[in-house]
């Protein structure tokens, strides 16, 4: 630190801002470093012998310029500010023609590869299982036990357990909805929701629009029903390119758009409540229904939550797609739908799909949702993931090629990162794969294969030396095919 | 006991009639109820002063007539004589067209109807809880929680815990097959199964051949998979009748036919083993695919249980689908799928509708079936059944009008009842529903709605008065329309 230029500095301004150059420079310096703490209101007042306000001030100095960041009921932390992020990845905004997807081999290939348990797990989107609540979740499935003890026998309705329900149609609130218990379908997971939901607007050879990029999931989803997809390009802060959609509608005879609102899989962002409106707005006026997948949502960096563009629904036609996969645990395999209109064609597909979801697993999470508890956890969770994706955005500036761009995640823990513009994912992928580090490669994130410079990371595993070598192992192959 | 006739007739017999006859008249007079048991041989020997070989001869003579059974590992109980009974379901060899099912709205209307909590539960067939092993399944669920504790968080394979098929496939040898493994796929319960199964060998608008009757949610399945369906008439102890079987296959295209052979819903009979053959013969010489559901084959009242259609197969065109829902509970939605030469393409498609099954049930499961206490439950479950089908078969005898004809399973928990000429299963229903006993009419279990004058019966709740007293009434509401 340059002691004069401090100085001379802090003297011409505001008493908080000479609070937060300290700071400032105690970050750039290393003093605290990415992802710690950074002293307590309390502690800072004393230390700076200053008011309560004038240390809120230069915290909230600090945050708007990206150093740090609060974490609801935990205090301040430093992040990589803004201006040292590299750049996020780019738009095209590109018109699609509609296509099979044609994707069912390479992703079953990918996907084999990539579940192999040896693989440093940058590949699918599961998050560790150290960090969810397994042993919570134990303790309410004994407390089931006891108080139903005979819930293997029962089969609940079709549409789910109704305490289960109750809990979703309770929360709905959160994310701008007001859900009435019987329009609510408890599905095996958002891969059924979202299937019943497609099988409910669609008749097999249809056209459904979606985003792109998209998770590949989906795709698969949709050439397992024989239906054919349209791309229309999505920006990596602001959601999928109204204009295009509108255009893509008034062009072809589109069933349904299938879209990501909230901490989009694989960019990131969370659409602007705005922009969630002109969707509606865009898509009703067509009569155009939309699935909304919003398993990421509740994984939002920023609290309260966000709201969802179901929350703009006036004529019933968003069908919003859920679960608690993503943060509760996958192999409990229960998630839920809420089909608007089209409610009870999905509660019928729903029981001549599966008949029912198993009620254990149902019972289990309907009691954890009944606590605060919950909230708490919720919480806790995605403030680790904010600090996790960066960790891991941090040391892919560090190790990747210089054009490198990566996505500033507003919520869950994947990041997407756009190679430079020799680079190859698919052969990014192999090479990664044979020294046992598992990646998605950009091309199966869209049936025109768009994507062949970029590649999915996951970092809902716990930061450590191993996924630090690996990384560092995958910039050294990025910068030899460049 | 006319003591005389009784003495005169027993001095010209071998010493095991004599012993026969004293049994058989104990039985007539009602010495021995329906469904006690009889002394053991043991207590026979010395009562009678006869050797061992005798009371079995004995027995065996009693059996053969059908005054009483054996129950494996539990001794000989009192039933009732087949030449006392009345007549089984007729069987009409009819030919029928291909045609689009029709009955969703029926159907969901007639379900809604019977999940009604208050009604006496004569419709579907879900055994009661009170039968079921909930407290032995609660112990493995604590040990499998205390082992395995973060179930939650792991997906397991498409294709379900290794654990669970390896149980399956060791027990596949009881119904003569010897699976692998790796071709065995876990589902949501036998309904995923069927329809993972359909839509691995059928496409859009394809036909399958069904039997007449079948079970209405099979025919729910086909229609909502948007496929359309054949009839071939079902005989209600020999199975679907093959030469018309054979002469459909010739005269349409039909992509698979779906078939019940042991315990069948809802005519309860065995498909004998060379007719089991001959199926397979028959259908793999067009190449046409066999669907087998064998849901109630575990429920088969002989012991060991008999065999599979799919132990015939030679080139893997048999599909089988089975679970664990009407034995060891619905709730837990645990089935399975053994798809021969088409296993690839339902393990994919199963990743693509549920993407795998819950953890806790299917490792819960497979604890148990490591077990023999599991044959033994499993046993003594089929007796149980057994005997309250006979019961519910004596009651519908007493109370039903005179020319009514019911079936006599020789596994499961379901009686097929053919009511007089003039009977309307609908209004039956309708006027049974009024009087809060819930039954199916026949109408569900056939595309053309065929079985106007059947009704099924779900003998899976235990005798008791409240049952005796709805099936009296139900005789008086038949009595009064026919």
Same sequence: chains 1, 2.
Avoid at 322 to 350: C, I, N, T
């Amino acid at each position: 630190m340059n002691s004069r230029n401090g100085a001379d500095y802090s003297r011409r301004l505001p008493l908080y801002r000479r609070v937060a150059g300290v700071l400032e420079a105690q970050i750039r310096q290393g003093t605290f470093r990415f992802g710690e703490r950074i002293p307590s209101i309390r502690a800072s007042r004393s230390l700076h012998r200053v008011s309560r306000t004038t240390v809120l001030q230069a915290y909230f100095w600090l945050e708007s310029r990206g150093y740090i960041e609060s974490r609801p009921q935990s205090g301040f932390y430093v992040r990589i500010p803004f201006s040292q992020l590299v750049p996020e990845p780019e738009f095209r905004p590109v018109t699609s023609i509609p296509r099979v997807v044609g994707l069912k081999d390479t992703i079953s290939e990918i996907l084999r590869r990539v579940d192999g348990p040896p693989m440093a797990p940058l590949g699918t989107a599961v998050p560790s299982h150290r960090l969810l609540p397994n042993k919570k979740l134990n303790q309410f499935i004994r407390a089931v036990i006891r108080e139903v003890p005979h819930h293997s026998s029962r089969c609940e309705p079709a549409a789910g357990s109704e305490s289960l329900r109750r809990q979703v149609a309770r929360r709905s609130l959160a994310f701008g909805c007001n859900f009435s218990v019987r329009d609510i379908v408890i599905t095996c997971g958002a891969m059924e929701a979202l299937n019943l939901s497609l099988r409910a607007v669609t008749t097999p050879g249809g056209l459904v629009a979606i985003e792109s990029p998209i998770c590949y999931t989906i795709l698969q989803a949709i050439e397992s029903l024989g239906l054919r997809a349209l791309e229309v390009p999505t920006h990596p802060r602001t959601g999928i390119d109204l204009d295009l959609l509108e255009r893509a509608i008034k062009k072809y005879k589109i069933q349904a758009c299938l879209i990501m609102t909230n901490c989009h899989n694989p960019l990131g962002f969370i659409m602007p409540d705005n922009r969630k409106r002109e969707l509606v707005e865009v898509t009703a006026k067509h009569n155009v229904p939309i699935i909304e997948d919003d398993v990421f949502g509740e994984l939002s960096y920023q609290f309260p939550r966000p709201r969802t563009a179901k929350a703009y629904d006036r004529k019933g036609l968003v069908l919003l797609c859920s679960s608690y996969s993503k943060f509760l645990g996958a192999g409990f395999r229960v998630g839920w739908v809420h089909a608007g209109r089209y409610a009870r064609d999905v509660e019928q597909l729903k029981s001549l799909s599966t008949l029912a979801t198993p009620n254990l697993p149902q019972l289990t999470i309907a009691k954890f949702l009944e606590t605060t508890a919950y909230d708490r956890y919720l919480r806790h969770l995605s403030a680790v993931f904010a600090q996790q994706v960066q960790r891991f955005s941090l040391a892919i500036q560090n190790y990747f090629p210089e054009e490198t761009r990566v996505s500033r995640p507003e919520g869950g823990f994947l990041l997407w990162v756009q190679l430079p513009a020799q680079a190859n994912s698919t052969k990014l992928y192999r090479r990664a794969a044979s020294e046992n580090i598992s990646i998605l490669p950009g091309t199966i994130f869209s049936p025109s294969r768009r994507f062949d410079r970029h590649i999915r990371i996951n970092c809902g595993n716990p930061w450590s030396e191993a996924l630090d070598h690996s990384l560092r192992t995958l910039g050294k192959i990025c910068k030899e095919i460049c």
